[in-house]
């Protein structure tokens, strides 16, 4: 059974830093495109970073270029989003997929067929 659980999420302060990690397993990640979600409270989710399967392009919503950096460990089958420069407005519940096939243009994959989810984990940013 495919699982992917997501680690790292917590209480941090504006302008503070975080890593969160999604570990799979019974999924070889060399052959999935990936990605990272986030609903804040009252709003819908959206998508925060993806990478097609090659890695060789990697997809960010504007409100994070330049704070997030995604990235994966195919040998581990984990995959990671570092946020540097953390603001209250990223606060919400995180959650990473990940969808098999090239997904070299996932930031086109409607959330709905993303495959794989993982519960999700909560960050918040707040003084």
């Known amino acids: 059974q495919v699982q992917l659980v997501e680690s790292g999420g917590g209480l941090v302060q504006p302008g503070g830093s975080l890593t969160l990690s999604c570990a799979a397993s019974?999924?070889?990640?060399?052959?999935?495109?990936i990605g990272w979600f986030r609903q804040a409270p009252g709003k819908e989710r959206e998508e925060v970073s993806c990478?097609?399967?090659?890695?060789?392009?990697?997809y960010y919503t504007n409100s994070v270029k330049g704070r997030f950096t995604m990235s994966r460990d195919n040998a581990k089958s984990t995959m990671y989003l570092h946020m540097i420069g953390l603001k209250p407005e990223d606060t919400g519940v995180y959650y990473c997929?990940?969808?098999?096939?090239?997904?070299?243009?996932?930031?086109?994959?409607?959330?709905?067929?993303?495959?794989?989810w993982g519960q999700g984990t909560q960050v918040t940013v707040s003084s």
């Open positions: 990478q097609g399967m090659s890695g060789a392009t990697t």
């Open positions: 997929a990940a969808v098999p096939g090239p997904g070299e243009m996932c930031n086109l994959i409607l959330q709905k067929h993303w495959q794989y």
């Open positions: 019974a999924l070889t990640l060399d052959w999935q495109a």
